[in-house]
């Protein structure tokens, strides 16, 4: 399903959450995929640095990682898989590396790689770690799309506040966008929405925009056990449509990106603040 639209500007979307577990990396793999199918040439960064697994979602078996880059141990084209069409992903290391520390050389190596993909691709989705105390702010921070994903839990919604606080408060973001996740109806999804929203809009400087809800759907682990992502493996499933919706709310509302080299300055703000906020 291609349409006429094809998406111009290099755009950074990160996806994010307060906690773990509310879908957030199937969510930004799948996310890549609806870009994809619009035309748009797509880089997956898996900057989950404690829990990183978005190859096995997208159903890849990379040979290098984000770790082996900061190294120098391996180039830029070494480390990116084609996951899909249209579709890279540049895999993270668990545990291996940690932005905040980087040498010098570390990242001299990291940022001349990546500034040579700023023509390479129109959409980057980064799928964070979750919460406050990792390296998410940063990489949330820097994006110019920030996607936080809450289920309807109470723990989830108390931890998206949360994050969404920091941002407001030590990153001065405006404006975020949010998808409910694992929801039983999109009724349930609105009334996340309206109850995360009430106390930020009653708290914080900061507004949201909900970009719609994802369904708890049992396709979504059939096709993780597949090796292959929902998109693919079942485009016609409640949770398929759900994402290829949000994707088209995400392009509808998307302001342009004027600023000459989103890419390059998406890593040079990271890099200077060494993924913390
Ligand atoms: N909408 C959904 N319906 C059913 N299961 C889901 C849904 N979203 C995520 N899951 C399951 O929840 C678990 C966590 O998902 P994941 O995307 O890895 O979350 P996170 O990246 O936030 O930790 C996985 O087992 C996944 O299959
Ligand atoms: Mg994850």
Not at 39 to 51: F, K, Q, Y
Not at 57 to 78: F, H, K, S
Not at 137 to 157: L, M, N, R, W
Request: neutral net charge.
């Amino acid at each position: 399903m291609r349409s006429a639209r094809p998406v111009v500007t290099p755009n950074v979307v990160a996806v994010t959450s307060g906690k773990g577990g509310v879908g957030k990396t199937n969510f930004a793999a799948n996310l890549a995929l609806a870009y994809a199918d619009r035309g748009a040439r797509v880089l997956c960064i898996d900057a989950d640095l404690g829990l990183a697994n978005m190859d096995i979602v997208m159903g890849v078996a990379p040979t290098y990682t984000a770790a082996e880059l900061v190294r120098g141990d391996a180039d830029i084209d070494d480390v990116l898989v084609r996951a899909h069409d249209g579709v890279f992903l540049l895999p993270g290391a668990s545990g291996q590396y940690d932005l905040a520390n980087l040498s010098d050389a570390a990242r001299r190596n990291l940022f001349s790689a990546v500034d040579s993909l700023d023509d390479r691709f129109d959409v980057i989705v980064v799928d964070t770690g979750a919460g406050v105390g990792s390296n998410a702010v940063g990489f949330a921070s820097a994006a110019k799309d920030i996607v936080v994903v809450v289920t309807p839990e109470p723990t989830s919604v108390a931890d998206a506040y949360g994050i969404i606080k920091v941002l407001s408060t030590r990153c001065a973001v405006r404006r975020l966008k949010v998808v409910t996740s694992m929801v039983a109806s999109a009724a349930e999804g609105e009334q996340v929405f309206r109850r995360l929203s009430s106390l930020v809009d009653r708290f914080l400087d900061t507004s949201l925009v909900h970009l719609g809800s994802l369904p708890r759907d049992p396709a979504l682990s059939r096709s993780v056990m597949r090796g292959e992502p929902v998109l693919r493996a079942y485009p016609d499933t409640p949770y398929s449509r759900a994402v290829q919706a949000v994707a088209g709310r995400l392009l509808q509302q998307d302001e342009p990106d004027d600023r000459a080299g989103a890419i390059r300055l998406f890593w040079r703000k990271l890099l200077r603040q060494g993924g913390r906020p």
